[in-house]
């Protein structure tokens, strides 16, 4: 029997999870001190399910991207300074750790190879997760921050925004 | 009705099909002048499917990576030159040209949202494909040869790989 797993054909995608996490990141860096926006108001704002986006805002809750505030006046706020959070943090928060290329070792299945007489990795391997290191170290170089500042939106699109956002943030309670 | 798609979890992940392409791009630049290898002699020399492996040797037949020669004699070889071949090149002829990061637009989801309003991509977007642009350069500047030239083996492997290769390789009629 051959030792292979189910091949699936198509490119690579990232979960459409990774777009949602980041713009409510975005946005929550845009709230007054201390406000928050609640699960129903961030599926709205972005037009997604509202039980989906929320198993995302809590795994960012849970590495520690965002603060959840419990009780009727509560949501998500950022947990730190839009300026320590990267793009990277939100990719791996949601996707994991792991490399996008695995490597199975196929170097060492031909008949009769003596697998354990490597003394290197893998060449292939070495200069695929070399090639993902530079995708990440371009997302470890933008934060949040950078985000905020680089958006330029119409007058309209801004009052409409700031409209919006006025119904539905939770302002903390002094 | 929301505007969402069905969502997966977990880390995304590259075919198995890469690593098996690149590895039968590097032995077959291996190969004598003219010289073919069977899909089923790939496959065995891989330890992986023939029937699934056979599907990626067509695919980089038809991008102009493998040659495909017909008949008893026949089977693939390289059609240009190792070192006009990059790991790019095999990676987007398996997984495709589509960037991983798929952008939605969401930005312009939120109630009453005049879409056509932004002036520039999102800024979400854009700093998505630039990571991805710096894994794609970084594939494109590793060559087969490249790859040929930093295989180092112990004598017992290079010795059993030259007597698999010797026993299966198909040498051009002259």
Redesign the interface.
Known sequence: M????A??????????????A??CV?VLAGLPEGATLSNAAL???????ES?LV?HLKVLARVGILDSVPGPRGGFRLERSADRIT?YDIVEAI????P?????E??G??????QQ????PC??HA??L??????????QG?TIR??QQ?????E??RQ??EA?LQKHVRLPVR
Chains 1, 2 share one sequence.
């Open positions: 051959w030792p292979f797993k091949m699936y054909t198509g490119s690579v995608k990232f979960s459409e999870g990774i777009e949602w980041i713009h975005a599926a709205e704002y972005h037009g997604i399910s989906y198993k793009l996707e994991g750790k792991e996008m290329f695995q490597c199975e196929i170097r299945r031909f008949p009769g190879c003596p007489n490597f003394a290197r060449e292939i200069a695929m070399k090639a993902e290191m530079e995708w990440r170290k371009s997302l933008v950078d985000i680089q958006v330029r939106v119409s309209e699109q409409l925004r919006w």
